[in-house]
């Protein structure tokens, strides 16, 4: 079942179908520095692959700096569908890495700014998470970045 917000929808829907947040922006956009500035100087960061969130500017866009080598930056990411009330924000998105389909979702906690308090992402299939992993130590390993 797939939710759409429709043309005939509420004023609000409407408005809030065509306002994109900052990250959305700098991720369309491809603008890592936009990306850093999206997020609030205490972001929490919780990835599908590490039990433990990252915390703080600095230490989040050292791995969503690695997230766009591998995908986010890549012309297989896009974004699909968005839900969003006044502090929440639930971007779904597609990809694709190694021949595998990724389904995910961002979820945003937001500050009144629309800078990110809280991201949580959640990915499916299995296999095309374990392809991210894979990437990463690679790049981590390469770069010897300590995400």
């Known amino acids: 079942m797939?939710?759409?917000?429709?043309?005939?929808?509420?004023?609000l829907g409407s408005q809030i179908a065509s306002e994109k947040c900052p990250f959305q922006?700098?991720?369309?956009?491809?603008?890592?520095?936009?990306?850093?500035?999206?997020?609030?100087e205490d972001v929490l960061f919780f990835t599908p692959v590490t039990e433990e969130a990252y915390r703080g500017r600095k230490n989040v866009i050292q791995v969503?700096?690695?997230?766009?080598?591998?995908?986010?930056?890549?012309?297989t990411f896009s974004y699909t569908n968005t839900l969003r009330n006044k502090d929440c924000l639930v971007l779904m998105f597609q990809a694709n890495i190694e021949g595998c389909k990724i389904d995910g979702i961002d979820y945003f906690e937001l500050d009144e700014d629309d800078?990110?308090?809280?991201?949580?992402?959640?990915?499916r299939?299995?296999?095309?998470?374990?392809a991210i992993f894979r990437k990463?130590?690679?790049?981590?390993t390469q770069f010897k970045l300590l995400c």
Do not use: C, G, W, Y
């Open 25 to 40: 922006k700098a991720v369309e956009s491809r603008d890592m520095s936009a990306l850093e500035d999206s997020l609030a």
């Open 115 to 123: 800078r990110v308090l809280v991201l949580r992402v959640m990915m």
């Open 125 to 130: 299939p299995l296999p095309a998470v374990e």
């Open 136 to 140: 990463a130590e690679q790049i981590k």
């Open 64 to 75: 969503l700096s690695l997230a766009a080598k591998i995908f986010v930056f890549k012309d």
């Open 2 to 11: 797939s939710h759409h917000i429709s043309e005939n929808s509420s004023t």
